[in-house]
């Protein structure tokens, strides 16, 4: 069994002179991670009050949690390691009156893992050298 993660920081913003909510989203799952900025866009006044309510009922700032929990499959695994891409869109309901734009990059987690840690392995290679430099001198 594993789980899907997900970690977001939501703030208020303003779009055509009505309330209107940002958000940034980090999700896990299946060997790879979504980065997400999105905003929810009120198509008239009335929704633009009722997204206000409801964000200050339910308060912004950061919340995490796990999205789902689902069998782990090795083909779901190796699936998830090699998405890569950037995606965005524009989806609009006509039973949610509030209009999301939206932007993500996927990123296999090998990837990030591999980049985040190559300026370390830098450092660590440099330290080593001037080490063994200062030994044969």
Excluded: C
Excluded at 98 to 109: L, T
Excluded at 120 to 130: E, F
Aim: no cysteine; charged share 25%; aromatic share 10%.
């Amino acid at each position: 069994m594993t789980i899907a993660d997900w970690l977001s920081l939501s703030s208020a913003s303003e779009a055509n002179g009505d309330y209107a909510r940002k958000q940034r989203v980090a999700l896990s799952g299946h060997g790879f991670i979504v980065f997400i900025s999105e905003r929810f866009i009120p198509v008239n006044k009335a929704s633009a009050e009722k997204l206000k309510k409801r964000d200050s009922e339910d308060g912004l700032g950061w919340s995490f949690g796990p999205v789902d929990a689902f069998s782990f499959h090795f083909a779901d695994g190796l699936r998830g390691m090699v998405r890569f891409g950037v995606h965005s869109g524009h989806d609009t309901s006509r039973f949610n009156p509030v209009a999301r734009d939206w932007r993500s990059i996927e990123i296999p987690i090998w990837l990030l893992i591999l980049v985040v840690s190559v300026p370390i392995q830098m450092r660590l290679i440099a330290r080593y050298r001037d080490r063994h430099r200062r030994r044969l001198l």
